[in-house]
């Protein structure tokens, strides 16, 4: 990090850097230059102050001893008492990514009655369960949650920190990536691991232009989330193995500013991520009437329907059967897309699927590229016919 810093006693306030700079970063005030926000420290009016009145000035970076982070931790969210799915896909990621590092995978359990969870996860390779099991940790504050956690990671210093991108883990990865003043990477698709235990975690960027690859080289643990359905959960294995861990914090740290009123639970409702099967309708599509067709398909294969964000912008569908990086990551046995040209905001989201149909009638729509069955025709002619043959086979 550098910075630009103006050394008042030589300065003569001639303005020039004002001139000189190609951002307008430098405003005069009171006779003297002044940087504001739009400054890049590009170093020109360093370089063309005629009195050496500006410099640069640069911040030593601080590295962190790396030998002394090691290991992955999992964050294993527990929902209506049951281990949510994405902890152990976490699990089955972090497994992959330790192994040529030797590291171990770890998981932290924070909730109440958490005995039969964490006796579940040591079927799933981990090598310690850290359980805080406690009334005060009964639902989610943020605050509490964190200081579980933090409390864990400070014994057990992990490298790598894995929590589900869901609502409780969107809003306890933050708290604590600033607890330890590191990096947070949010909704990573993939994820490596170097040699010097750097975590490289790609995710799209700029609306999905790109793919960036982000690195904390300074600072541990590293902390990244993972949406659901995005890694691989691994097999359960009969054996159980791993330690359980039962910590506690003192009372006054599980005192929260929150406390919760009442809670109503929301009638559970299917997501289009749990589909085994599905059908997604796509701009392709002429009017509102015409999604009747996919839902029929959908129906007739026993599965469900989504969409592309247009529709949803349309009011043609609901941002819940929206496909995409602002809506759902789906990974179905079988998709079928009608009418989807294939971009990479929607792709990145459906393409670990395991049977990806395409129907469209441009053969150099992108979908194509991801598909493993290209039917490249008029979705109009192909998803009736379809219908017809799935109702003569019932009948
Ligand atoms: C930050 C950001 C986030 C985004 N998030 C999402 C997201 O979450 N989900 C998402 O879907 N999009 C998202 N988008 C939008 C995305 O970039 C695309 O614009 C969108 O996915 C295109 O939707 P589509 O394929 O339905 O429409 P189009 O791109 O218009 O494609 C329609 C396709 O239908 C084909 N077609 C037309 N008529 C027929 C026919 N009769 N039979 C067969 N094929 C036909 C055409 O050849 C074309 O390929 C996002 C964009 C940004 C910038």
């Known amino acids: 990090m550098a910075k630009i810093a103006v050394l008042e006693r030589k300065c003569t306030g001639c303005s020039l850097c004002v001139k000189n700079c190609p951002f307008s970063a430098i405003d005069m005030k009171d006779g003297r230059p002044e940087l504001n926000a739009a400054c890049k420290v590009c170093g020109i009016c360093v370089k063309t102050c005629p009195e050496q009145a500006i410099v640069k000035l640069e911040t030593r970076v601080e590295s962190v001893d790396k030998s002394k982070w090691r290991d992955i931790l999992v964050f294993a969210e527990v929902s209506a008492g049951r281990l949510h799915p994405v902890g152990l896909e976490l699990i089955g990621k972090a497994r992959e990514l330790a192994e040529p590092l030797d ?24 090598s310690e369960i850290a359980v805080y099991d406690d009334p005060a940790l009964s639902y989610f504050r943020a605050d509490v949650y964190a200081s579980c956690v933090e409390d864990y990671i400070r014994f057990a210093r992990p490298s790598v920190v894995l929590v589900g991108a869901t609502s409780l883990g969107r809003s306890l990865a933050p708290r604590l990536s600033t607890r ?40 541990r643990p590293q902390f990244a989330t993972v949406r659901y359905k995005v890694m691989n959960p691994p097999v359960r294995s009969e054996k159980a193995e791993g330690n359980v861990l039962f910590r506690s914090l003192p009372k006054a740290v599980l005192e929260s500013r929150t406390s919760c ?119 109009y002619r192909v998803v009736p016919e379809l219908i017809r043959m799935l109702k003569e086979e019932q009948a």
């Open 103 to 126: 590291f171990k995978v770890k998981a932290v359990l924070v909730g109440e009655n958490l005995k039969p969870c964490a006796e579940e996860l040591r079927h799933f390779g981990v």
């Open 180 to 219: 330890f003043h590191t990096g947070l990477t949010a909704d990573c698709t993939k994820l490596e691991l170097r040699e010097n235990s750097d975590l490289v975690q790609i995710r799209p960027a700029f609306g999905g232009n790109i793919m960036a690859q982000i690195v904390t080289e300074n600072t």
């Open 261 to 379: 009123v009442s809670s109503t639970p929301l009638p559970p409702k299917k997501s289009i991520s749990d589909a085994e099967i599905l059908v997604v309708g796509g701009r392709g599509l002429q009017k509102e009437a015409d999604l009747s067709m996919i839902r029929e398909l959908a129906a007739l294969l026993g599965g469900d329907w989504a969409t592309t964000r247009p529709l949803v912008e349309k009011g043609w569908s609901t941002n819940d059967r929206q496909i995409g990086l602002s809506g759902r990551t789906v990974r179905p046995r079988l998709i079928i897309t009608c009418g989807v040209s294939g971009a990479i905001q929607f792709t990145s989201c459906m393409n670990a699927s395991d049977h990806i149909v395409a129907i469209n009638t441009d053969r150099s729509a992108p979908i194509f590229s991801v598909a493993h069955i290209a039917i490249v025709d008029d979705l």
